[in-house]
């Protein structure tokens, strides 16, 4: 009987501890403000949806920053003031469902959706013919902007994008299982967010703990991971076949940034945007994996500058 209770006790001792560092306990933080807000932080509503962006002011030619899934405004914090101190005016923003931005319930997710929401920001701040700057899923984004509202982007930067992929990455498609968001909520925490960015890094030892935190803190907004596993489903029933046809009807100078070490979208994918794409230069980042701008911000800040720089 004592033995019984011993084990009792430690049964519950340890169910406490798990649950304690899962997603059950995980306080969630209000959407539509900024912890520790700069003076770069900025919100604007349209049609009753709160949106967070940054802006870094300059005299010279607007660049718009896009991030990919389950990113933010965060990605760019090291490329942004790189190319601001160039002269350039620079934007970036937490699309619908992600940052700081509101995740209402129940919205349309899709890629599409997210675009036509992109261009309604784009024009409430006033921004027209950028240089629009688009990561993975934000680089899908921006070489469609480039199709469907050519007024607005001048010029391409295209890092890691999606477009040609054949099979999602399974973080993309994970998502979109059905009671995927339920599980995700069960077992959020920093150790999740720790292996997701040692996916998409060449060099693991370069993540820091101030990143995961930056994160972690956005995904444990409200209804963040609700709308994530929302994109998920809508990215799943594209057809990449199909949904690539268009590429080669982009006109505007692109430039093409890839990790060689890629891991979520392979290099191949980099040559086939090169191949497709009229105007553009493909740059490869060696002992890079996904997000060149947060593992390789210098690098990839230059890139950008050299290609705008060139006549």
Not at 97 to 104: A, E, H, L, V, Y
Not at 160 to 178: I, N, W, Y
Not at 204 to 223: F, H, V, W
Not at 287 to 295: A, M, R, T
């Amino acid at each position: 009987m004592k033995n019984m209770r011993i084990h009792l006790l430690l049964l519950l001792c340890f169910t406490a501890l798990a649950t304690v560092s899962c997603g059950l306990f995980v306080q969630n933080l209000p959407n539509g403000q900024v912890p520790h807000p700069d003076i770069h932080d900025h919100f604007v509503t349209i049609n009753d949806v709160k949106y967070h962006y940054t802006e870094y002011p300059g005299p010279g030619q607007d660049i718009f920053l896009l991030h990919g899934f389950g990113s933010s405004t965060y990605t760019w914090e090291k490329v942004a003031p790189i190319l601001q101190a160039r002269g350039y005016h620079v934007w970036a923003l937490d699309m619908k469902g992600f940052g700081w931005s509101d995740k209402p319930e129940n919205a349309d997710y899709s890629p599409w959706q997210l675009m036509k929401e992109v261009n309604a920001w784009m024009d409430k701040v006033g921004i027209e013919g950028v240089v629009f700057v688009g990561n993975s899923l934000g680089g899908a984004i921006a070489w469609n902007m480039a199709l469907v509202h050519p007024d607005k982007v001048k010029k391409l930067v295209l890092i890691d994008a999606g477009g040609f992929m054949h099979e999602m990455p399974f973080p993309v498609r994970l998502a979109g299982f059905p009671g995927a968001s339920a599980v995700a909520r069960l077992f959020l925490g920093r150790w999740i967010i720790q292996d997701m960015l040692k996916q998409v890094y060449f060099d693991p030892a370069s993540i820091t703990a101030e990143q995961i935190d930056a994160y972690y803190n956005r995904l444990r907004t409200e209804n963040a991971l609700g709308a994530l596993t929302a994109l998920g489903r809508s990215v799943s029933k594209i057809s990449s076949k199909e949904y690539a046809l268009r590429i080669p009807e982009i006109q505007v100078d692109t430039l093409i940034i890839w990790g060689r070490d890629d891991a979520w979208i392979p290099l191949q994918d980099g040559f086939k945007f090169k191949e497709a794409l009229p105007n553009a230069t493909l740059e490869i980042i060696p002992f890079c994996g996904h997000i060149p701008q947060e593992e390789k911000p210098e690098e990839t800040a230059q890139l950008i500058i050299d290609f705008l720089a060139e006549k």
